[in-house]
C-alpha cells in the first residue's frame, strides 16, 4: 500500500485486507474511490476471508461532501452518484466469502454503509456510527436501508434514518450492529478470519446464500444452493472431515 492508493488490496496468505486510506480525511469516500470499489472486489482472486478496515484513527467518515458542489451539483449528477453508491455497496454486499468490519473511530454515512455490506462488524470501545442523510437532506438508497434494517430491525432503521443522530458503541451493541466490541478490532478480526479461512467454503457461501437470499422462505431451494451442495458433498475438504469424525468412533 502506498500514500496514493486511497482504496488498497493485500493478501496475509488466504485473508484479503481492504484498508480505506484517507487517514487525511478520516477515509472520507470520494466518488472515484466508490466507482472503483467493485472492481477491487473482483480482485480477490482465491482469498478465503476479507477485512475491511480503515487506515489510522477512523474506519470512514461517508462521503466526501467536499466535492459534492461537483459530483452532486445537479438531480442528474446526484442520481448518476447515488446509482454508482449503490453499485459499490451492491458488489461489497455480494462479496461470496466472509467479510468482517475492522472498526475504529467514526463509522459515518457512506462508511456505516460500508460496514453494513460486511457480514461482521468489530468495533472498538471508543467508535462512533451514524446515518446523517436526514441532516444533510440527502436521499438514501432502498439497498442501504434494508441492509440496515436486516442488522437492526425496522424500529431501529428508523432511529437511525429519522434522527441522523450520531451514536456511541453501547448504544449500538443495543441495537445489534455489532457482533463484538474490542480493544483491537482488527486483531480480533484476523483471529476468527483466520478461523473462518479453515472451514468449508461451499457451507461459508450457502450460508450466506442462504441468509441473505433465501432469508424468507422455508427451503433452501434454487440452483445454486443445488450447486453448491454437490461441490460440497465432492470436495476433499468435506470426505476429510467425515473421515476424520468417523476415526473418533
Known amino acids: 500500500m502506498?500514500?496514493?492508493?486511497?482504496?488498497?488490496?493485500?493478501?496475509?496468505?488466504?485473508?484479503?485486507?481492504?484498508?480505506?486510506?484517507r487517514p487525511a480525511k478520516r477515509n472520507a469516500m470520494t466518488l472515484a474511490m466508490w466507482q472503483?470499489?467493485?472492481?477491487?472486489?473482483?480482485?480477490?482472486?482465491?482469498?478465503?476471508v476479507l477485512i475491511v478496515t480503515g487506515a489510522g484513527d477512523h474506519f470512514c467518515a461517508?462521503?466526501?461532501i467536499g466535492e459534492f458542489g461537483e459530483t452532486r451539483s445537479t438531480p442528474a449528477a446526484a442520481?448518476?452518484?447515488?446509482?454508482?453508491v449503490d453499485a459499490a455497496e451492491s458488489a461489497l454486499s455480494a462479496v461470496e466469502i466472509p467479510v468482517?468490519?475492522?472498526?475504529?473511530?467514526?463509522?459515518?454515512?457512506g462508511g456505516m454503509e460500508i460496514a453494513l455490506g460486511c457480514d461482521l462488524r468489530y468495533a472498538a470501545p471508543d467508535s462512533r456510527f451514524g446515518i446523517t442523510a436526514a441532516k444533510l437532506g440527502v436521499v438514501y438508497g432502498v439497498g442501504?436501508?434494508?441492509?440496515?434494517?436486516?442488522?437492526?430491525?425496522?424500529?431501529w432503521a428508523k432511529y437511525v434514518l429519522l434522527s441522523g443522530e450520531i451514536f456511541d458503541v453501547p448504544l449500538a451493541e443495543r441495537m445489534g450492529l455489532l457482533t463484538e466490541v474490542a480493544d483491537d478490532p482488527y486483531d480480533a478480526a484476523l483471529q476468527l478470519a483466520r478461523l473462518m479461512a479453515s472451514r468449508s467454503p461451499y457451507t461459508?457461501?450457502?450460508?450466506?446464500?442462504?441468509?441473505?437470499?433465501?432469508?424468507?422462505v422455508e427451503t433452501l431451494e434454487g440452483p445454486d444452493l443445488t450447486e453448491l451442495t454437490e461441490q460440497a458433498v465432492?470436495?476433499?475438504?468435506?470426505?476429510?472431515?467425515?473421515?476424520?469424525f468417523n476415526k473418533r468412533d
Open 2 to 21: 502506498t500514500p496514493t492508493d486511497d482504496l488498497a488490496l493485500r493478501r496475509d496468505g488466504d485473508i484479503a485486507i481492504l484498508t480505506i486510506n
Open 36 to 48: 472503483r470499489l467493485p472492481s477491487l472486489l473482483a480482485e480477490l482472486g482465491d482469498a478465503r
Open 62 to 64: 461517508g462521503a466526501d
Open 79 to 84: 442520481d448518476n452518484y447515488r446509482q454508482v
Open 100 to 109: 468482517i468490519a475492522a472498526i475504529r473511530g467514526v463509522c459515518i454515512g
Open 144 to 155: 442501504a436501508s434494508r441492509r440496515l434494517t436486516s442488522a437492526v430491525g425496522a424500529m
Open 204 to 216: 461459508q457461501r450457502a450460508s450466506k446464500l442462504a441468509i441473505d437470499q433465501y432469508g424468507q
Open 234 to 244: 465432492t470436495s476433499d475438504y468435506y470426505r476429510e472431515q467425515v473421515a476424520r
